[in-house]
Protein backbone atom coordinates (compact mmCIF):
# COMPACT_ATOMS: atom_id res chain seq x y z
CA UNK A 1 0.00 0.00 0.00
CA UNK A 2 0.80 4.03 0.26
CA UNK A 3 3.21 3.86 2.73
CA UNK A 4 3.91 7.50 2.24
CA UNK A 5 0.14 8.41 3.08
CA UNK A 6 -0.20 5.61 6.29
CA UNK A 7 3.01 7.04 7.85
CA UNK A 8 2.47 10.72 6.60
CA UNK A 9 -1.29 10.91 7.70
CA UNK A 10 -2.12 14.11 9.62
CA UNK A 11 -3.80 13.54 12.68
CA UNK A 12 -6.83 16.31 11.78
CA UNK A 13 -9.63 14.59 13.76
CA UNK A 14 -7.37 15.88 17.40
CA UNK A 15 -6.97 19.42 16.01
CA UNK A 16 -9.99 19.73 18.63
CA UNK A 17 -10.08 17.35 21.76
CA UNK A 18 -13.99 17.19 21.56
CA UNK A 19 -14.91 17.14 17.90
CA UNK A 20 -16.21 13.66 18.08
CA UNK A 21 -19.36 12.88 20.44
CA UNK A 22 -18.14 9.72 22.46
CA UNK A 23 -20.22 10.13 24.89
CA UNK A 24 -17.36 8.19 27.27
CA UNK A 25 -15.38 10.99 28.52
CA UNK A 26 -17.47 13.94 27.29
CA UNK A 27 -15.83 17.00 26.41
CA UNK A 28 -14.69 19.81 28.45
CA UNK A 29 -17.62 19.60 31.16
CA UNK A 30 -18.61 22.82 32.88
CA UNK A 31 -15.59 24.47 34.28
CA UNK A 32 -15.68 25.03 38.59
CA UNK A 33 -13.21 24.56 40.94
CA UNK A 34 -12.70 25.62 44.12
CA UNK A 35 -12.32 29.31 45.04
CA UNK A 36 -8.58 28.84 46.05
CA UNK A 37 -7.66 27.43 42.62
CA UNK A 38 -6.60 30.44 40.19
CA UNK A 39 -7.24 29.09 36.87
CA UNK A 40 -5.01 28.10 33.62
CA UNK A 41 -6.53 30.41 31.00
CA UNK A 42 -9.58 32.44 30.38
CA UNK A 43 -11.59 32.78 26.84
CA UNK A 44 -14.07 35.69 27.19
CA UNK A 45 -15.87 35.36 30.32
CA UNK A 46 -15.32 30.90 30.55
CA UNK A 47 -12.68 30.05 32.55
CA UNK A 48 -10.23 26.56 32.15
CA UNK A 49 -8.81 25.29 35.48
CA UNK A 50 -6.18 22.33 36.44
CA UNK A 51 -8.72 20.02 37.04
CA UNK A 52 -10.14 20.66 33.83
CA UNK A 53 -6.70 19.76 32.22
CA UNK A 54 -6.40 16.69 34.63
CA UNK A 55 -9.84 15.39 33.62
CA UNK A 56 -9.10 15.50 30.22
CA UNK A 57 -6.17 12.91 31.40
CA UNK A 58 -7.87 11.02 32.68
CA UNK A 59 -5.79 11.38 36.04
CA UNK A 60 -2.90 9.94 34.06
CA UNK A 61 0.67 10.66 34.00
CA UNK A 62 1.72 13.11 31.58
CA UNK A 63 4.63 15.67 30.94
CA UNK A 64 4.32 19.24 30.45
CA UNK A 65 4.50 19.70 26.60
CA UNK A 66 1.18 16.98 27.24
CA UNK A 67 -0.48 19.35 29.50
CA UNK A 68 -0.10 22.20 27.45
CA UNK A 69 -1.21 20.16 24.42
CA UNK A 70 -4.83 19.65 26.21
CA UNK A 71 -4.75 23.37 27.99
CA UNK A 72 -4.23 24.62 24.20
CA UNK A 73 -7.43 21.98 23.08
CA UNK A 74 -9.58 23.19 25.54
CA UNK A 75 -8.80 26.88 24.68
CA UNK A 76 -9.74 25.91 21.49
CA UNK A 77 -12.99 24.42 22.08
CA UNK A 78 -13.50 27.64 24.27
CA UNK A 79 -12.51 30.15 21.58
CA UNK A 80 -15.29 27.76 18.88
CA UNK A 81 -18.12 27.99 21.82
CA UNK A 82 -17.71 31.56 22.30
CA UNK A 83 -17.99 32.32 18.28
CA UNK A 84 -21.17 30.05 18.73
CA UNK A 85 -22.41 32.33 21.37
CA UNK A 86 -21.68 35.25 19.50
CA UNK A 87 -23.44 33.99 16.52
CA UNK A 88 -26.32 33.43 18.98
CA UNK A 89 -26.18 28.92 18.06
CA UNK A 90 -28.28 26.92 20.45
CA UNK A 91 -29.45 23.36 19.91
CA UNK A 92 -32.84 22.80 19.82
CA UNK A 93 -34.70 20.30 22.50
CA UNK A 94 -36.14 18.07 19.45
CA UNK A 95 -32.14 17.75 18.05
CA UNK A 96 -30.89 17.11 21.67
CA UNK A 97 -33.93 14.70 22.39
CA UNK A 98 -32.90 12.87 18.84
CA UNK A 99 -29.39 12.61 19.81
CA UNK A 100 -29.85 10.98 22.90
CA UNK A 101 -32.04 8.61 21.71
CA UNK A 102 -29.91 7.55 18.70
CA UNK A 103 -26.96 6.49 21.17
CA UNK A 104 -26.57 2.45 21.31
CA UNK A 105 -25.91 2.77 25.00
CA UNK A 106 -29.46 3.56 25.63
CA UNK A 107 -31.28 1.11 23.24
CA UNK A 108 -32.97 -1.92 23.71
CA UNK A 109 -33.84 -3.71 20.50
CA UNK A 110 -33.38 -0.91 18.30
CA UNK A 111 -35.38 1.43 20.41
CA UNK A 112 -34.30 4.18 23.07
CA UNK A 113 -34.80 2.71 26.57
CA UNK A 114 -35.28 5.33 29.22
CA UNK A 115 -34.31 2.73 31.97
CA UNK A 116 -31.11 2.03 30.46
CA UNK A 117 -30.56 6.68 30.34
CA UNK A 118 -31.12 6.26 34.05
CA UNK A 119 -28.78 3.36 34.57
CA UNK A 120 -26.29 5.28 32.67
CA UNK A 121 -26.30 8.27 34.44
CA UNK A 122 -26.72 6.64 37.93
CA UNK A 123 -23.49 4.71 36.88
CA UNK A 124 -21.62 8.31 36.54
CA UNK A 125 -23.35 9.92 39.77
CA UNK A 126 -24.73 12.07 36.86
CA UNK A 127 -27.85 13.78 36.67
CA UNK A 128 -29.78 14.27 33.15
CA UNK A 129 -29.51 18.23 32.82
CA UNK A 130 -25.93 18.09 33.32
CA UNK A 131 -25.56 15.55 30.76
CA UNK A 132 -27.84 17.01 27.98
CA UNK A 133 -25.75 19.92 28.83
CA UNK A 134 -22.40 18.07 27.83
CA UNK A 135 -24.16 16.88 24.76
CA UNK A 136 -25.84 20.20 23.92
CA UNK A 137 -21.74 21.41 23.77
CA UNK A 138 -20.49 18.77 21.77
CA UNK A 139 -22.80 19.21 19.11
CA UNK A 140 -22.23 23.11 18.71
CA UNK A 141 -18.51 21.97 18.55
CA UNK A 142 -19.40 19.79 15.86
CA UNK A 143 -21.73 22.16 14.29
CA UNK A 144 -18.44 25.05 14.75
CA UNK A 145 -15.96 22.83 13.33
CA UNK A 146 -17.57 21.06 10.65
CA UNK A 147 -17.45 23.13 8.04
CA UNK A 148 -13.63 23.37 8.04
CA UNK A 149 -12.96 19.48 8.74
CA UNK A 150 -15.08 18.27 6.08
CA UNK A 151 -12.79 17.21 2.85
CA UNK A 152 -11.23 19.91 1.16
CA UNK A 153 -11.35 20.44 -2.96
CA UNK A 154 -8.23 18.93 -4.00
CA UNK A 155 -6.29 20.07 -7.55
CA UNK A 156 -5.79 17.50 -9.94
CA UNK A 157 -2.60 18.78 -10.35
CA UNK A 158 -1.42 18.77 -6.90
CA UNK A 159 -2.35 15.48 -7.26
CA UNK A 160 -0.45 14.31 -10.56
CA UNK A 161 2.92 16.29 -8.84
CA UNK A 162 2.67 14.84 -5.20
CA UNK A 163 2.25 11.29 -6.51
CA UNK A 164 5.14 11.35 -9.33
CA UNK A 165 7.65 12.91 -6.38
CA UNK A 166 6.50 9.94 -4.45
CA UNK A 167 6.86 7.20 -7.03
CA UNK A 168 9.91 7.95 -8.82
CA UNK A 169 12.91 6.11 -8.21
CA UNK A 170 16.61 6.68 -8.03
CA UNK A 171 19.78 4.35 -8.11
CA UNK A 172 22.31 5.43 -5.85
CA UNK A 173 25.59 4.93 -4.05
CA UNK A 174 27.17 6.06 -0.96
CA UNK A 175 30.57 7.39 0.24
CA UNK A 176 30.79 7.56 3.85
CA UNK A 177 33.93 9.23 5.54
CA UNK A 178 34.29 8.55 8.84
CA UNK A 179 35.92 10.64 11.45
CA UNK A 180 38.59 7.42 12.61
CA UNK A 181 39.67 7.75 9.18
CA UNK A 182 41.13 11.11 9.78
CA UNK A 183 42.52 10.43 13.61
CA UNK A 184 46.05 10.02 12.09
CA UNK A 185 45.61 13.77 11.01
CA UNK A 186 44.27 15.16 14.89
CA UNK A 187 46.47 16.86 16.99
CA UNK A 188 46.12 16.06 20.36
CA UNK A 189 48.94 17.39 22.90
CA UNK A 190 48.34 17.65 27.22
CA UNK A 191 47.51 21.19 26.80
CA UNK A 192 44.41 20.09 24.31
CA UNK A 193 42.87 17.39 26.85
CA UNK A 194 43.40 19.84 29.54
CA UNK A 195 41.60 22.19 28.08
CA UNK A 196 38.67 19.50 26.47
CA UNK A 197 38.91 18.47 29.92
CA UNK A 198 38.23 21.55 32.10
CA UNK A 199 35.49 22.99 29.83
CA UNK A 200 33.59 19.73 30.29
CA UNK A 201 34.68 18.86 33.89
CA UNK A 202 30.33 18.03 34.50
CA UNK A 203 30.89 14.99 31.98
CA UNK A 204 33.59 13.52 34.02
CA UNK A 205 31.82 13.72 37.41
CA UNK A 206 31.76 9.99 39.21
CA UNK A 207 28.48 9.18 40.68
CA UNK A 208 27.38 8.98 44.47
CA UNK A 209 26.98 5.33 45.26
CA UNK A 210 25.96 2.78 47.48
CA UNK A 211 26.81 -0.85 47.93
CA UNK A 212 24.45 -2.45 49.52
CA UNK A 213 23.85 -5.47 52.18
CA UNK A 214 20.66 -6.94 52.43
CA UNK A 215 18.22 -9.74 53.43
CA UNK A 216 15.25 -11.05 51.58
CA UNK A 217 12.36 -13.10 53.13
CA UNK A 218 9.70 -13.97 50.34
CA UNK A 219 6.93 -16.20 51.31
CA UNK A 220 7.10 -17.89 47.56
CA UNK A 221 10.74 -19.05 48.80
CA UNK A 222 9.42 -20.91 51.79
CA UNK A 223 7.07 -22.64 50.34
CA UNK A 224 9.64 -24.18 48.05
CA UNK A 225 11.17 -26.01 51.13
CA UNK A 226 7.69 -27.50 52.32
CA UNK A 227 6.50 -30.72 51.47
CA UNK A 228 3.43 -31.89 49.92
CA UNK A 229 2.49 -35.28 49.92
CA UNK A 230 0.19 -36.54 46.94
CA UNK A 231 -2.67 -37.80 49.03
CA UNK A 232 -2.93 -34.97 50.67
CA UNK A 233 -2.62 -32.74 46.88
CA UNK A 234 -4.98 -35.12 45.40
CA UNK A 235 -7.31 -34.05 48.25
CA UNK A 236 -7.28 -30.80 47.80
CA UNK A 237 -8.20 -31.51 44.24
CA UNK A 238 -11.10 -33.51 45.07
CA UNK A 239 -12.65 -30.95 47.09
CA UNK A 240 -11.40 -28.02 45.11
CA UNK A 241 -11.66 -28.75 41.28
CA UNK A 242 -13.59 -25.76 40.28
CA UNK A 243 -9.96 -23.66 41.08
CA UNK A 244 -8.37 -26.18 38.64
CA UNK A 245 -10.22 -25.34 35.46
CA UNK A 246 -13.17 -28.29 36.05
CA UNK A 247 -15.30 -29.62 33.52
CA UNK A 248 -14.21 -29.49 29.87
CA UNK A 249 -16.34 -29.84 26.45
CA UNK A 250 -15.17 -31.42 23.82
CA UNK A 251 -17.31 -29.71 20.69
CA UNK A 252 -17.51 -29.74 16.89
CA UNK A 253 -19.71 -27.23 15.30
CA UNK A 254 -20.66 -26.60 11.85
CA UNK A 255 -21.05 -22.13 11.68
CA UNK A 256 -22.33 -20.49 9.07
CA UNK A 257 -21.29 -16.45 9.16
CA UNK A 258 -23.52 -13.37 9.02
CA UNK A 259 -21.48 -10.26 7.66
CA UNK A 260 -21.12 -7.22 10.26
CA UNK A 261 -24.71 -4.92 9.21
CA UNK A 262 -26.52 -7.46 7.70
CA UNK A 263 -30.13 -6.66 6.96
CA UNK A 264 -32.75 -8.55 8.84
CA UNK A 265 -33.65 -10.39 5.66
CA UNK A 266 -29.91 -11.55 5.44
CA UNK A 267 -29.87 -12.96 8.51
CA UNK A 268 -32.70 -14.66 8.34
CA UNK A 269 -32.20 -16.19 5.06
CA UNK A 270 -28.86 -17.91 6.78
CA UNK A 271 -30.83 -18.92 9.87
CA UNK A 272 -32.88 -20.54 7.43
CA UNK A 273 -29.82 -22.20 5.54
CA UNK A 274 -28.81 -23.41 9.03
CA UNK A 275 -31.74 -25.23 10.02
CA UNK A 276 -31.60 -27.17 6.73
CA UNK A 277 -28.15 -28.37 7.83
CA UNK A 278 -30.03 -29.12 11.11
CA UNK A 279 -32.35 -31.46 9.93
CA UNK A 280 -29.77 -32.93 7.60
CA UNK A 281 -27.64 -33.47 10.15
CA UNK A 282 -30.39 -34.94 13.02
CA UNK A 283 -31.44 -37.02 9.83
CA UNK A 284 -27.77 -38.74 9.58
CA UNK A 285 -26.02 -37.68 13.07
CA UNK A 286 -23.08 -39.79 11.20
CA UNK A 287 -22.64 -37.44 8.58
CA UNK A 288 -21.94 -34.54 11.37
CA UNK A 289 -18.09 -34.06 10.47
CA UNK A 290 -18.98 -34.58 6.59
CA UNK A 291 -21.11 -31.57 6.58
CA UNK A 292 -18.51 -29.81 8.54
CA UNK A 293 -16.09 -29.94 6.31
CA UNK A 294 -18.55 -29.28 3.55
CA UNK A 295 -20.50 -26.39 4.33
CA UNK A 296 -18.67 -25.01 7.66
CA UNK A 297 -17.51 -21.39 7.00
CA UNK A 298 -15.03 -21.20 10.01
CA UNK A 299 -11.61 -21.74 8.45
CA UNK A 300 -10.11 -23.02 11.39
CA UNK A 301 -12.12 -25.98 12.07
CA UNK A 302 -14.27 -27.35 8.95
CA UNK A 303 -11.36 -29.23 7.73
CA UNK A 304 -11.24 -31.32 10.79
CA UNK A 305 -15.29 -32.06 10.62
CA UNK A 306 -15.95 -29.16 12.43
CA UNK A 307 -13.67 -30.36 15.62
CA UNK A 308 -13.06 -27.43 18.26
CA UNK A 309 -11.42 -30.08 20.54
CA UNK A 310 -12.09 -29.62 24.35
CA UNK A 311 -12.87 -26.39 26.44
CA UNK A 312 -13.27 -24.79 29.82
CA UNK A 313 -15.68 -22.01 30.92
CA UNK A 314 -14.56 -18.68 29.39
CA UNK A 315 -12.79 -19.69 26.49
CA UNK A 316 -15.94 -19.57 24.09
CA UNK A 317 -18.38 -16.37 23.24
CA UNK A 318 -21.34 -16.90 25.97
CA UNK A 319 -24.22 -17.80 23.73
CA UNK A 320 -21.92 -20.77 22.12
CA UNK A 321 -20.55 -21.51 26.27
CA UNK A 322 -24.13 -21.93 27.23
CA UNK A 323 -25.47 -24.01 24.94
CA UNK A 324 -22.35 -26.73 25.21
CA UNK A 325 -22.43 -27.01 28.19
CA UNK A 326 -26.12 -27.84 28.78
CA UNK A 327 -25.91 -30.21 26.08
CA UNK A 328 -25.37 -34.21 27.22
CA UNK A 329 -22.88 -36.58 25.26
CA UNK A 330 -23.41 -37.63 21.28
CA UNK A 331 -26.74 -34.69 21.67
CA UNK A 332 -26.45 -32.20 18.85
CA UNK A 333 -27.80 -28.43 19.42
CA UNK A 334 -30.85 -26.55 17.91
CA UNK A 335 -29.48 -23.61 15.50
CA UNK A 336 -26.92 -20.82 18.06
CA UNK A 337 -26.85 -17.59 17.42
CA UNK A 338 -23.58 -15.34 18.33
CA UNK A 339 -21.75 -12.36 16.55
CA UNK A 340 -20.31 -14.53 14.43
CA UNK A 341 -23.34 -15.90 13.01
CA UNK A 342 -25.51 -19.48 13.25
CA UNK A 343 -23.79 -22.76 14.73
CA UNK A 344 -24.94 -25.77 14.96
CA UNK A 345 -22.73 -27.97 17.63
CA UNK A 346 -22.41 -31.51 18.85
CA UNK A 347 -21.05 -32.62 22.28
CA UNK A 348 -18.26 -34.88 21.54
CA UNK A 349 -16.47 -35.80 24.46
CA UNK A 350 -17.15 -34.23 28.16
CA UNK A 351 -13.62 -34.36 30.46
CA UNK A 352 -13.45 -34.07 33.51
CA UNK A 353 -10.09 -31.93 34.84
CA UNK A 354 -6.88 -34.13 34.91
CA UNK A 355 -5.43 -34.32 38.27
CA UNK A 356 -2.05 -35.65 37.02
CA UNK A 357 -1.89 -32.76 34.41
CA UNK A 358 -2.73 -30.38 37.57
CA UNK A 359 -0.78 -32.12 40.25
CA UNK A 360 1.87 -29.43 40.00
CA UNK A 361 -0.31 -26.36 40.62
CA UNK A 362 -2.10 -28.10 43.25
CA UNK A 363 1.51 -28.58 45.19
CA UNK A 364 2.40 -25.41 44.64
CA UNK A 365 -1.25 -23.94 45.66
CA UNK A 366 -0.30 -25.91 48.90
CA UNK A 367 3.17 -25.33 49.41
CA UNK A 368 1.46 -21.33 49.93
CA UNK A 369 -1.10 -22.03 51.73
CA UNK A 370 1.27 -23.78 54.52
CA UNK A 371 4.21 -20.97 53.95
CA UNK A 372 1.67 -18.06 54.65
CA UNK A 373 1.53 -18.80 58.49
CA UNK A 374 5.82 -19.06 58.77
CA UNK A 375 5.60 -16.23 57.00
CA UNK A 376 4.05 -13.85 59.30
CA UNK A 377 5.49 -15.07 61.95
CA UNK A 378 9.78 -14.32 60.28
CA UNK A 379 8.11 -10.92 59.36
CA UNK A 380 7.43 -9.78 62.79
CA UNK A 381 10.65 -11.41 63.54
CA UNK A 382 12.63 -9.79 61.23
CA UNK A 383 11.00 -6.27 62.08
CA UNK A 384 12.29 -6.84 65.73
CA UNK A 385 15.74 -7.81 65.34
CA UNK A 386 16.25 -5.41 62.43
CA UNK A 387 15.46 -2.61 64.78
CA UNK A 388 16.61 -4.21 68.20
CA UNK A 389 19.90 -5.39 66.56
CA UNK A 390 20.56 -1.79 63.82
CA UNK A 391 23.85 -2.38 63.35
CA UNK A 392 24.34 -5.48 61.51
CA UNK A 393 22.53 -8.11 59.70
CA UNK A 394 23.95 -11.43 61.16
CA UNK A 395 20.67 -11.33 63.84
CA UNK A 396 18.83 -12.13 60.65
CA UNK A 397 20.39 -15.18 60.02
CA UNK A 398 19.36 -16.89 62.53
CA UNK A 399 15.56 -17.01 60.48
CA UNK A 400 17.38 -18.69 57.64
CA UNK A 401 18.30 -15.64 55.71
CA UNK A 402 21.26 -15.14 53.53
CA UNK A 403 23.27 -11.99 53.59
CA UNK A 404 24.04 -10.44 50.28
CA UNK A 405 26.16 -7.73 48.67
CA UNK A 406 24.90 -5.74 46.21
CA UNK A 407 27.10 -3.97 43.33
CA UNK A 408 27.40 -0.21 43.65
CA UNK A 409 24.35 1.17 42.73
CA UNK A 410 23.90 5.44 41.95
CA UNK A 411 20.69 6.78 43.53
CA UNK A 412 18.93 5.90 40.07
CA UNK A 413 19.47 2.13 41.07
CA UNK A 414 20.18 -1.00 38.33
CA UNK A 415 17.65 -0.45 35.81
CA UNK A 416 15.25 -3.87 35.36
CA UNK A 417 15.97 -5.13 38.16
CA UNK A 418 12.82 -5.81 40.93
CA UNK A 419 14.83 -5.54 44.08
CA UNK A 420 18.12 -3.30 43.15
CA UNK A 421 16.33 -1.09 40.76
CA UNK A 422 12.65 -0.74 43.20
CA UNK A 423 12.41 3.14 44.25
CA UNK A 424 11.31 1.92 47.51
CA UNK A 425 14.93 0.34 48.36
CA UNK A 426 16.91 2.89 46.67
CA UNK A 427 14.82 5.44 48.75
CA UNK A 428 15.69 3.91 51.81
CA UNK A 429 19.01 3.04 50.84
CA UNK A 430 19.79 7.11 50.44
CA UNK A 431 18.07 7.99 53.46
CA UNK A 432 19.52 9.60 56.20
CA UNK A 433 18.60 7.18 58.86
CA UNK A 434 20.54 4.59 57.07
CA UNK A 435 23.24 6.09 55.01
CA UNK A 436 24.22 8.69 57.60
CA UNK A 437 22.99 6.64 60.56
CA UNK A 438 24.44 3.61 59.64
CA UNK A 439 21.53 1.46 60.09
CA UNK A 440 19.33 -1.01 59.32
CA UNK A 441 16.32 -0.21 57.49
CA UNK A 442 13.10 -1.23 58.48
CA UNK A 443 10.78 -4.24 56.78
CA UNK A 444 10.52 -2.65 52.76
CA UNK A 445 7.48 -4.55 51.74
CA UNK A 446 7.90 -5.32 47.77
CA UNK A 447 4.69 -6.89 47.14
CA UNK A 448 3.81 -10.51 46.87
CA UNK A 449 4.52 -11.10 50.76
CA UNK A 450 8.22 -10.32 49.84
CA UNK A 451 10.03 -8.14 52.44
CA UNK A 452 13.75 -6.84 52.45
CA UNK A 453 15.96 -5.35 54.81
CA UNK A 454 19.25 -3.81 53.90
CA UNK A 455 22.19 -1.49 54.97
CA UNK A 456 24.60 0.09 53.66
CA UNK A 457 28.07 -1.45 53.36
CA UNK A 458 30.29 0.62 51.05
CA UNK A 459 29.43 4.67 50.16
CA UNK A 460 31.04 6.44 47.38
CA UNK A 461 29.98 10.10 47.31
CA UNK A 462 30.03 11.60 43.90
CA UNK A 463 33.51 12.92 43.01
CA UNK A 464 35.58 14.94 39.75
CA UNK A 465 37.00 12.07 38.47
CA UNK A 466 40.62 13.42 38.03
CA UNK A 467 42.18 14.07 34.49
CA UNK A 468 44.29 11.07 34.54
CA UNK A 469 41.50 8.59 35.10
CA UNK A 470 39.28 9.60 31.98
CA UNK A 471 42.35 10.48 29.60
CA UNK A 472 41.45 7.98 27.68
CA UNK A 473 37.81 8.50 27.41
CA UNK A 474 38.89 12.35 26.76
CA UNK A 475 41.38 11.51 23.70
CA UNK A 476 38.31 9.36 21.88
CA UNK A 477 35.84 12.13 22.22
CA UNK A 478 38.14 14.80 20.93
CA UNK A 479 39.51 12.05 17.69
CA UNK A 480 35.67 11.55 17.48
CA UNK A 481 34.92 15.54 17.22
CA UNK A 482 37.97 16.39 15.32
CA UNK A 483 37.98 13.74 13.16
CA UNK A 484 34.73 14.49 12.37
CA UNK A 485 35.34 18.17 11.09
CA UNK A 486 38.16 16.91 8.80
CA UNK A 487 35.80 14.41 7.73
CA UNK A 488 33.30 17.18 6.58
CA UNK A 489 35.81 19.60 5.18
CA UNK A 490 37.28 17.27 3.38
CA UNK A 491 33.54 15.70 2.25
CA UNK A 492 32.45 19.38 1.36
CA UNK A 493 36.25 19.72 -0.89
CA UNK A 494 35.40 16.12 -2.55
CA UNK A 495 31.94 17.10 -3.48
CA UNK A 496 32.59 19.67 -5.04
CA UNK A 497 34.97 17.53 -7.21
CA UNK A 498 32.85 15.34 -7.82
CA UNK A 499 30.11 18.06 -9.35
CA UNK A 500 32.88 18.87 -11.32
CA UNK A 501 33.33 15.42 -12.67
CA UNK A 502 36.45 15.09 -11.20
CA UNK A 503 37.82 11.60 -9.95
CA UNK A 504 33.82 10.24 -9.81
CA UNK A 505 35.27 6.71 -10.71
CA UNK A 506 38.03 6.71 -8.55
CA UNK A 507 36.11 6.38 -5.32
CA UNK A 508 35.67 3.15 -3.16
CA UNK A 509 31.21 3.65 -3.64
CA UNK A 510 29.38 1.18 -1.85
CA UNK A 511 26.65 -1.03 -3.56
CA UNK A 512 24.22 0.17 -5.54
CA UNK A 513 20.34 0.43 -4.20
CA UNK A 514 17.56 1.66 -5.17
CA UNK A 515 15.14 3.81 -3.55
CA UNK A 516 12.02 6.44 -3.36
CA UNK A 517 10.19 8.27 -1.14
CA UNK A 518 7.67 5.68 -0.24
CA UNK A 519 10.60 3.35 0.24
CA UNK A 520 13.18 4.75 1.25
CA UNK A 521 14.28 1.69 2.81
CA UNK A 522 17.14 2.23 5.67
CA UNK A 523 17.94 5.48 4.22
CA UNK A 524 17.70 8.32 7.07
CA UNK A 525 14.85 10.83 5.86
CA UNK A 526 17.56 13.67 5.75
CA UNK A 527 19.55 12.16 3.42
CA UNK A 528 16.45 10.94 1.15
CA UNK A 529 15.74 14.65 0.65
CA UNK A 530 19.04 15.66 -0.31
CA UNK A 531 18.98 12.63 -3.07
CA UNK A 532 15.62 13.41 -4.16
CA UNK A 533 16.70 16.99 -4.60
CA UNK A 534 19.58 16.38 -7.12
CA UNK A 535 18.56 17.54 -10.73
CA UNK A 536 17.53 14.22 -12.23
CA UNK A 537 18.25 15.75 -15.46
CA UNK A 538 21.91 14.52 -16.13
CA UNK A 539 23.33 11.70 -14.16
CA UNK A 540 25.85 11.37 -12.09
CA UNK A 541 24.05 13.75 -9.78
CA UNK A 542 25.93 13.87 -6.15
CA UNK A 543 24.58 15.46 -2.79
CA UNK A 544 26.22 15.13 0.34
CA UNK A 545 25.74 15.71 4.28
CA UNK A 546 26.95 15.59 7.60
CA UNK A 547 25.57 12.90 9.94
CA UNK A 548 25.00 13.26 13.54
CA UNK A 549 27.72 10.91 14.18
CA UNK A 550 30.40 13.04 12.88
CA UNK A 551 30.51 10.56 9.46
CA UNK A 552 29.91 12.53 5.87
CA UNK A 553 27.97 11.26 3.31
CA UNK A 554 27.92 11.24 -0.36
CA UNK A 555 25.63 9.70 -2.80
CA UNK A 556 25.94 9.64 -6.76
CA UNK A 557 22.50 9.42 -8.23
CA UNK A 558 23.25 7.13 -11.22
CA UNK A 559 19.66 6.73 -12.65
CA UNK A 560 16.40 8.34 -12.23
CA UNK A 561 13.22 6.14 -13.27
CA UNK A 562 10.36 8.20 -13.73
CA UNK A 563 7.09 7.93 -11.69
CA UNK A 564 4.72 5.12 -11.81
CA UNK A 565 1.19 5.44 -12.04
CA UNK A 566 -0.31 5.09 -8.57
CA UNK A 567 -2.95 1.83 -7.96
CA UNK A 568 -6.70 3.49 -7.55
CA UNK A 569 -6.99 2.77 -3.34
CA UNK A 570 -3.14 4.36 -3.18
CA UNK A 571 -4.66 7.75 -5.21
CA UNK A 572 -7.58 7.32 -3.47
CA UNK A 573 -5.09 7.37 -0.28
CA UNK A 574 -3.52 10.22 -1.21
CA UNK A 575 -6.32 12.38 -2.45
CA UNK A 576 -7.75 11.95 1.58
CA UNK A 577 -4.67 12.87 2.64
CA UNK A 578 -4.07 16.23 0.56
CA UNK A 579 -7.66 16.51 1.73
CA UNK A 580 -6.98 16.95 4.89
CA UNK A 581 -4.02 18.71 5.12
CA UNK A 582 -6.10 21.34 3.39
CA UNK A 583 -8.78 20.75 5.78
CA UNK A 584 -5.92 21.28 8.33
CA UNK A 585 -4.72 24.44 6.93
CA UNK A 586 -8.13 26.30 6.70
CA UNK A 587 -9.14 25.13 10.63
CA UNK A 588 -6.06 26.31 11.75
CA UNK A 589 -6.51 29.56 9.92
CA UNK A 590 -10.09 29.73 11.67
CA UNK A 591 -8.91 29.07 15.14
CA UNK A 592 -6.23 31.71 14.70
CA UNK A 593 -8.84 34.40 13.64
CA UNK A 594 -11.10 33.23 17.03
CA UNK A 595 -7.89 33.98 19.08
CA UNK A 596 -7.68 37.80 17.79
CA UNK A 597 -11.84 38.08 17.80
CA UNK A 598 -11.95 36.45 21.49
CA UNK A 599 -9.72 37.40 24.24
CA UNK A 600 -7.49 34.93 25.31
CA UNK A 601 -5.68 35.26 28.66
CA UNK A 602 -3.09 32.60 29.79
CA UNK A 603 -2.43 32.64 33.78
CA UNK A 604 1.22 32.62 33.64
CA UNK A 605 1.74 32.30 36.99
CA UNK A 606 -0.95 28.90 37.49
CA UNK A 607 0.06 27.43 34.21
CA UNK A 608 3.90 27.52 35.68
Known amino acids: ?67 QAVLENLIRQEMLLAEAGA ?15 GIPAFQDGGKFSAARYREFLAARNMDAATFESQVSRDLLLQAQAAPYLNAQFVSRTLQ ?36 YYDANLKRFKAEETVALDYVQ ?97 GTMTKPFEDVAFRMQKGQIS ?37 AAAEFRSKAEKLAEIAYQQGDSLKGLQALGLTVQRSEALPRAGKAGDALLGNRKVLDAAFSDDVLKGKHNSEPIDLGNNTLVVLRVAEHQPARQKPLAEVAAQVKAELLAREG ?48 FAVAGKSVPGFAGLKRDNGEFVIYRVDK ?48 E
Open 484 to 531: GKLAAQRGEALLAELKAGKGVDAQAWLAAQSLSRRNPGQVPAAEVRAI
Open 87 to 101: SRLAVAPTQLRAVIA
Open 1 to 67: MFDFVHNNNTAIKIILGAVALTFVGFGVGSYSAAVDDPYLAKVGDAKIYKRDVERQLQDQPANAASR
Open 560 to 607: VQAAAALAPEESAQLRGLLSELSANSVMGAYLEQLRQKHKVLINQAAE
Open 334 to 370: EVVETEFGYHILKLNEIKGADFAAQKADVIAKLQLQK
Open 160 to 195: TRLSAMMTETRDVRALVLKPEQFAASVKLDDAVLKA
Open 217 to 313: LSQAQLAQGIQVSDDEARAYFDKNIGEFGGEQRDVSHILLTVAKGASAADKAKVKAEAEAILKEVRANPARFAELAKAKSQDPGSAANGGDLGAFGR
